[in-house]
């Protein structure tokens, strides 16, 4: 059937267009179409005949036909660059989100690194308050009058220091 179309359209088409079958000319889709259609018509028209009246109809749909082809090929076309756009604009946005991830994780590094520096202080300053051999009040001095008390609360601040400094180190991997 294919062998039979293109052998019309080469006996009939002659000239410029002898080269192109009607499947190379229908590879275009829609515009291919009507462009054949319109040919075949025009090939009719330049036949000597009395009734050209549906044959100039048949041209006018053809001509509708490659007109609404390249419309949809221009949208198709103008789609295509908006998701072209699209897609670049999200590549930026993740490689800057990734840029961003590990300035995060080099700071979360370095928050653990500085929560690390606060344990021996806090501690020394734990064992001061909480040794009663440090400020008796046997002559010597008066004992610190709170120390039970502020030892829970040196005790509670080193914990949230520990937890805070594991929660920095999981970010900063």
Known sequence: MEQAANAAVKATAGGPFEALSPVDILSFGAIG????????AYRLLSKPETHHGAIYIYMLFCTALVLI?????????YVKSQVEQKEARIADLVAANAEGG????????????????????????????????????????????????????ITAAVGKISSAQEIAKQNAQ
């Open 33 to 40: 179409l009507g462009f054949l259609l319109a040919f075949l």
């Open 69 to 77: 082809g390249a419309g949809i090929q221009v949208y198709e076309i």
């Open 102 to 153: 590990a300035k995060a994780k080099g700071q979360m590094a370095a928050i653990a690194d500085l929560l690390a520096t606060t344990y021996a202080p806090l501690n020394a300053v734990n064992a001061h308050v909480t040794d009663g051999q440090v400020c008796p009040g046997l002559g010597h001095g008066v004992p610190l009058p709170a120390a039970a008390t502020d030892s829970s609360n």
